[in-house]
């Protein structure tokens, strides 16, 4: 049997805030907790407000299926379109920088979109598909030891690469 | 368990600027999308995602004085993967407007009244069979504001978590019968019209005071030995 996947709709601008609320903290009471945190904005720098993010990600060991880390995660842009992270930075998979699977949701956009947060411009397969030019904007801003910034525009100048998969 | 997931259809998947909807002009991507390989990261999952939230109200429709306005519906909605495989477990978040096409949400401006018996907002489990019911009301039509005359059918919005990353589905549940699905510029986005009629839900006959509504839902991926049945 063969099914056609359901058509993806837009979110629309009225997701509820209690779904968006209590999911954006991955680490709990680790000591190696991050912060990431940036700003989503649409054509003309505008910022987005209740856009919905979420994260899929390995543990600091790099595993996908450790039963005490969460690895999924959900923000919400505020009124300014800034979202926050607390996580843990993922450990390498096997072949692979380290990363973070960002996916996009809100109005305007009829379906998901996806992007990849990196910490550093390394060799990886899914950074190295991006044309070389804007691979940079794949790879989050260091602010400190424990904080990141990934900012996000979803068209416009410095537009954020997205994937088709 | 190997999870295959292939490529959206175009016919049957909706992307990019829409004539009818502006605000897609000015949020999706204006570069091409990138190909990527797709490796263990993308292909799990949040499997336990339920862990971080938890189910939190199934009926919205309330009972006896808390009873929310407007006509009583159950949708059974089903949830498999493109192999029809069932997706126990699968979690579902639902949420719509009320029966006068308000939203729960601060950031609605709709002159409509707001229900205070009704909250719309629902997160369910599917059993192992992936079925998950949803008792509520039906959500009435709103206008979209200055958008010259276009009003949204009705319809509930579902979240729904497969089995990997990839199969992630946001969408919308119409009902059948509307005049105002003719011209939705969301669910008219979706090209080919057999895509587009499995959006709509479809009315069961029942003995009950509530109507009953049928929905399934695909999330993307399969298992990869699924072919060979």
Redesign the interface.
């Known amino acids: 049997?063969?099914?056609?996947?359901?058509?993806?709709?837009?979110?629309?601008?009225?997701?509820?805030?209690?779904?968006a609320q209590g999911?954006n903290d991955l680490a709990s009471a680790s000591a190696n907790a991050i912060e990431i945190t940036g700003r989503v904005t649409?054509?003309?720098g505008?910022p987005?407000?209740?856009l919905v993010l979420?994260i899929?990600?390995?543990d600091a060991a790099g595993r996908?299926?450790n039963?005490d880390f969460?690895?999924?995660?959900r923000a919400a842009t505020d009124a300014k379109g800034e979202y926050r992270f607390r996580t843990v930075r993922p450990g390498a998979?096997?072949?692979?920088a380290a990363?973070i699977?960002f996916?996009i949701?809100?109005?305007?956009?009829?379906?998901?979109?996806?992007t990849t947060l990196f910490f550093e411009a390394a060799r990886d397969?899914?950074l190295d598909?991006?044309e070389a030019s804007?691979r940079n904007l794949l790879v989050a801003q260091r602010v400190s030891e424990k904080r990141y910034r990934f900012d996000i525009r979803?068209?416009?100048d410095d537009?954020?690469?997205?994937?088709?998969? | 368990m190997a999870i295959v997931v292939e490529r959206r259809d175009p016919l049957t998947q909706a992307q990019g600027v829409e004539r009818g909807y502006a605000q897609t002009a000015r949020r999706w991507p204006a570069a091409p999308l990138v190909r990527r390989p797709l490796g263990a990261s993308e292909l799990s999952g949040p499997q336990p995602v339920l862990q971080r939230l938890p189910a939190v109200r199934g009926d919205l429709a309330g009972h006896g004085e808390k009873r929310a306005l407007g006509q009583l519906i159950r949708v059974r909605i089903r949830v498999v993967d493109e192999g029809g495989v069932p997706v126990g477990g699968a979690a579902v978040e639902a949420w719509h407007c009320n029966a006068a096409g308000k939203y729960i949400h601060p950031n609605d401006s709709h002159d409509a009244p707001v229900d205070p018996n009704f909250y719309g907002a629902a997160r369910l489990t599917a059993n192992d069979a992936g079925l998950v019911e949803l008792r509520t009301i039906k959500p009435g039509a709103y206008p979209v504001p200055d958008t010259g005359g276009w009003w949204r059918p009705p319809h509930i919005h579902f979240s729904v978590w497969g089995r990997v990353w990839l199969s992630r589905l946001v969408t919308q549940m119409f009902f059948p019968g509307e005049p105002l699905n003719e011209a939705d510029a969301i669910l008219n986005a979706i090209r080919d019209p057999q895509a587009r009629a499995r959006c709509v839900a479809q009315h069961v006959p029942s003995q009950t005071n509530e109507l009953v509504y049928d929905y399934q839902v695909v999330v993307r991926g399969r298992e990869s030995t699924a072919l060979m049945r």
């Open positions: 049997m063969k099914l056609v996947p359901t058509a993806e709709m837009t979110l629309g601008p009225f997701f509820p805030r209690e779904f999911a649409e054509l003309d505008k987005l407000d209740n979420e899929w990600q390995a996908l299926d039963p969460p690895g999924w995660g998979l096997p072949g692979r990363h699977n996916l949701l809100y109005s305007g956009l009829m379906r998901q979109l996806q397969p899914v598909a991006v804007r979803l068209r416009g537009e954020t690469p997205f994937f088709d998969d």
